[in-house]
């Protein structure tokens, strides 16, 4: 499942960073705070309107569970730290903070997102998997490169600092909730981040757009937020956070690709060397080996599993793969090739 994770992480990343060119079509109608809100709306509302349709099938089984118990309060703590929190701290941030040193101090998201699973949350790390982030951050660091920087003195940068941790908790936390359906988690995220945004335009005296340019927004907002946010979780699911945000952390090369195509901009040096450094990044991660001794816990839980070598329990009735329903592991020691997954969440 470790490929299949890598994959969606990655996928979410392109979905992403496709969006950003063509969300940059809209910004000439529309406010950034207005364009934001209606991309996480378009999320929110389109993913919800899938999971109407979904829970109306009555042919369709249901692979996902329902969010339950502590992980309400998990979601509504991340959906607090990055819908709310985020957005405000940025938009009091960039009244102070120039544009290219905004551009520059956003690519903390990945470092902070990193670092919280390392060593708040004790995802297991070595120097391979290190150093593949250090690459993918140097080569986002060369595409936001402005050519000057100004830190100094101002709280418009701390804000801007303060607001990429909240997004780094909110996806250290939404990995506490990722056993549970993605397409839940999307919704409520993308409804409350829109609303946020929305407001936020709103009291800045922006009214709203014409129907075709909002239903484009919304568009694009549920392709390259919503979708990519579905399969982020189900990353967070089979990976980790660190390494599905190193992944994801790619988005800007692909939305610096995308734009070749959308608004003909040169290739530069900056995105060359991006490649190269983003690649470097990249194969680090996907040849990486954790393998060694550990030990899992007795514990109960469910979630969408296949009956594979962590799932040899009985179940009366007829099986689909995958499936979902409450299991039961006993302490096990094995020595495998792993990754921090729902299985492997052992100190190192």
């Given amino acids: 499942m470790a490929q299949a994770g890598s994959a969606m992480a990655i996928l979410a990343a392109v979905l992403f960073g496709i969006s950003t060119p063509l969300a940059k079509l809209l910004v000439h109608d529309l406010s950034p705070w207005m364009l934001a809100g209606l991309l996480y709306l378009g999320s929110g509302i389109g993913l919800g309107l899938v999971r109407l349709a979904r829970g109306l099938s009555a042919s369709q089984e249901r692979n996902e569970r329902s969010i339950h118990g502590i992980e309400w309060f998990w979601l509504l703590a991340a959906v607090f730290a990055g819908g709310v929190a985020g957005p405000v701290l940025l938009m009091f941030g960039l009244t102070a903070t120039s544009a290219s040193t905004t551009s520059l101090l956003l690519n903390l998201e990945g470092v902070f997102t990193a670092l919280l699973a390392w060593f708040v949350f004790q995802e297991g790390f070595d120097r391979r998997l290190v150093a593949g982030m250090v690459a993918i ?56 981040a829109g609303s946020v945004n929305v407001g936020i335009a709103s009291a800045l005296g922006d009214g709203l757009p014409a129907v075709p340019t909002a239903a484009a927004a919304m568009l694009v907002g549920l392709l390259g937020y919503g979708v990519s946010l579905v399969l982020f979780v189900i990353a967070l699911r089979h990976i980790g956070t660190a390494r599905t945000g190193a992944y994801f952390s790619t988005a800007p090369f692909v939305g610096g690709i995308a734009s070749l195509a959308i608004f003909g901009e040169p290739v530069t040096v900056g995105l060359a060397a991006a490649a190269v450094l983003m690649g470097l990044g990249v194969w680090l991660h996907l040849t990486e080996d954790h393998d060694h001794e550990h030990v899992h816990d007795e514990i109960e839980h469910d979630h969408p599993h296949v009956h594979d070598e962590h799932h040899r329990h009985h179940y009366d009735g007829p099986v689909t793969e995958p499936h979902t329903h409450k299991h039961r592991h006993g302490r096990l020691r094995h020595r495998h090739a792993h990754f921090p997954d729902a299985h492997h969440v052992h100190t190192h």
Avoid: H, Y
């Fill in 137 to 192: 951050v140097a080569g986002a660091v060369v595409l936001s490169w402005g050519g000057t920087v100004d830190i100094v003195g101002g709280w418009g940068p701390a804000a801007v600092v303060a607001a990429c941790l909240m997004w780094a908790v909110d996806n250290n936390l939404t990995r506490k909730v990722s056993l549970a359906d993605p397409v839940d988690i999307a919704t409520i995220k993308g409804l409350v």
